[in-house]
């Protein structure tokens, strides 16, 4: 009996260990690995066509995973045109592998018809990290800053969001740095003013340095997934 729960308890582990919450495919909305551009677009590495265009000079560098994107400021990727129904209302998670100088850096930026600025992730001047979601009307949903960034040192920034649950965290290399309860609001689904990568989209908060592996999912992801998400990827 006691032999049988010890095995129980080692298959029990050794699933936990293998299974280490690998998030699942199936929630990334975009994911740039900075690998490959081709006809001057980042191509999107999970095969969406017609996206990714850049603007600017964005070249591949040396990165955390294979290669990065070397931004030279006021250089962005315009997302362009994602299929509206994929756009996460409920729960997301937008994350990077960023290195860059002193300054203000937009990591990602997503823009409503009527003017909202739906998602600010940043590292600010001061020293310290943004996460930030707003909704229609640009009713601000949260905004933290807090932190302390760490200047020309790749580090991992991933945002969390979930309306279902009612919080809004933001894990610094995989170690959750702040999270804070949040009255459950949906976010715009509307980015009828675009989206981009490296700017604002009034062209503001230039990010100048290296990018990596920005992903954003439909899910808010547990510690384990953005540890999995930010050594593996959005894997196999
Ligand atoms: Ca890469």
Redesign the pocket.
Known sequence: MRLASLITLCVALALGSVGMAAPSKENVVLYF???QIAENRMVEATGKTGIGSIKGQITLVE??????GQFTPYSFIDVGALDPDAIPTDEITIMAWVNVPPGTHEIFNARGSDGTWIFHPELRSDGRYRWLVRTENAHTVFDMQTGVVAWNTWTHFAGVYSATAGYAALYINGEEIARQPVTGVPMMQDWGMGARVGLTIDDARPFSGRM??LIVWNKALTADEIKSAMEHGIGD
């Open positions: 690995d900075f690998e990165g955390v995973r294979g290669k990065a990596d592996d």
